[in-house]
C-alpha cells in the first residue's frame, strides 16, 4: 500500500523539526533588558572588544539615551 501524499500542513510529521523539548535555560544567553553604560562595557569585555570599539560602543549608546 501506497504512503498517502502530505499536501496539507497537517499530515506533517512536525517532531523532525520540534527542538524547543532539548532547550532548557541554560542554553540561553540572559542579560538584563535596555542598553545602558553597563551593559555595553559587559557585552564589550565578553566579546574582547578593543577599546576604541568599547569608546565608540559607549559614545553611540549615549546618543541614543539622549534622544
Do not use: C, N
Amino acid at each position: 500500500m501506497a504512503e498517502k501524499e502530505k499536501t496539507e500542513v497537517k499530515d506533517i510529521d512536525h517532531s523532525l523539526y520540534d527542538f524547543r523539548y532539548e532547550e532548557s535555560e541554560k542554553d540561553f544567553y540572559r542579560m538584563e533588558s535596555g542598553l545602558t553604560p553597563d551593559i555595553v562595557m559587559k557585552l564589550s569585555e565578553e566579546k574582547g572588544d578593543p577599546e576604541w570599539m568599547r569608546e565608540f560602543r559607549l559614545k553611540v549608546t549615549g546618543s541614543i539615551q539622549s534622544v
